[in-house]
């Protein structure tokens, strides 16, 4: 469909909703850029009859094939349906949590309003947060943001710990529901393909650049580029005790900030639940400190960023009553434990974030032919290799510093 007949199609399915209790509804592409990859985003506006008061919405469509089926689109879509209409409210029943009248639900995640789809399109439409005064960052996280995001997603996670104790038959059957595009076959060919890439530049990068660092660090540089692709399956498979419902997409395009009058934040809110997975929580942790935090922050405070994480969740989980004993909370939830888990995955985001971000760079041509072979050609290596010299040959100067410092900081971090 064109934009025309999007919008048309869009305005059928609201006012299909909504009924007569909704008036003078408009829908726009949505302003703010970012928002989803691969989904097209429209806002919609409208009054409700009976109290006068306005309506604003995010509504999230599909993209048009080849790119929906190869990315296999409608699990992502029904990922984040069965996550605002089952998981998130047993989540919140199991932990004592509840929503409130401001556009929020337990002051993480937007207000799910619908979904409808049919066999022209899907839609999922929530609550516009960006009238209340939220919107994604416009730079890297400093370290106040970054650790507002941290801590707001050990309270995420902590719902999986509190329901997988509080009533794990139930827990256990609502994660066997989830939907994995990431672990189709053609999903896992084209991401280990992107990933022997980018893990093999990043390497290079740093030995040309850190000769001393490369030579003490060779155990673990040898490592990265040989254990890569088994280390991403893992990351996958929910080894208790550890794993939790992850989001699986956490880049600063997927959290929503407001700020006080001194322009510091106030509150962040989660969104965009299509890549949900039971796995690591280093699948979350590190995207947000390697695809969203700025470097020097990580640096400076990577340390008090992983406790501020791990503190929050301990809290969080602490505060439901009667899910567990303090010393079961000490051994399977202990600050070692996540520390190992950490050190053994940490590189994982530091390896999406290596393809996405120069992808983010190229020229929009070029960024346009190689998203079309990932889409038609992502399982032929040999197809794709010339796209990757100019991927890599986008790296700048200060760009190849970035990648270096950050597998830098990835690889003190599993010699420490």
Known sequence: MDREQESTWLLAALR?????????????PFAVAGMSVLSKVYSASGTEVASGRRVALVCKLL???????????????????????????????????????????????????????????????????????????????????????????????????????????????????????????????????????????????????????????????????????????????????????????????????????????????????????????????FLVLFAATDAAAREAHWDSLLDGYHAALIAAVSRSAGCCSQESLLRDLGREVFMAEFKKYCHQAFYVNNFFEPVRRLEPEKRGVLMKALVEDGTCLSKLKPLFADLNNSYSDEYKLHVVTMLERVLKFKAS
């Open 63 to 285: 993209e048009d094939e080849p790119t929906r089926s190869s990315f296999q689109l409608a699990m992502h879509f029904d990922n984040e349906v069965f996550f605002f209409g089952e998981l998130l409210p047993f989540l919140l029943e199991s932990s004592g949590g509840g929503g409130d009248d401001d556009g929020d639900v337990s002051g993480l995640f937007p207000r799910y309003r619908f979904a409808h789809r049919d066999d022209l399109q899907f839609l999922v439409a929530m609550d516009d947060l960006t009238p209340l005064g939220y919107a994604t960052p416009t730079k890297p996280l400093d370290r106040a943001h970054a650790a507002m995001a941290l801590e707001a997603l050990a309270r995420f996670h902590a719902l999986s710990y509190v329901a997988k104790r509080t009533r794990p038959g139930e827990f256990r059957a609502l994660m066997s529901r989830l939907q994995y595009p990431r672990k189709t076959s053609y999903m896992r060919a084209m991401l280990e393909t992107l990933n022997d890439n980018c893990v093999r530049r990043a390497v290079g990068l740093y030995r040309e650049a850190r000769p001393e660092g490369s030579a003490r660090y060779s155990r673990h540089l040898r490592a990265l580029v040989d254990d890569s692709s088994e280390l991403y399956g893992e990351l996958y498979e929910g080894r208790e005790p550890l794993a939790a419902l992850c989001h699986g997409d956490l880049t600063r395009d997927n959290l929503l900030f407001r700020h006080d009058g001194e322009g510091l934040p106030a509150a962040v809110r989660l969104i965009d639940f299509q890549l949900l997975s039971y796995s690591s929580p280093a699948v979350d942790v």
């Open 16 to 28: 299909g909703h909504f009924g007569a209790a909704v008036a003078d509804l408009r829908v726009r």
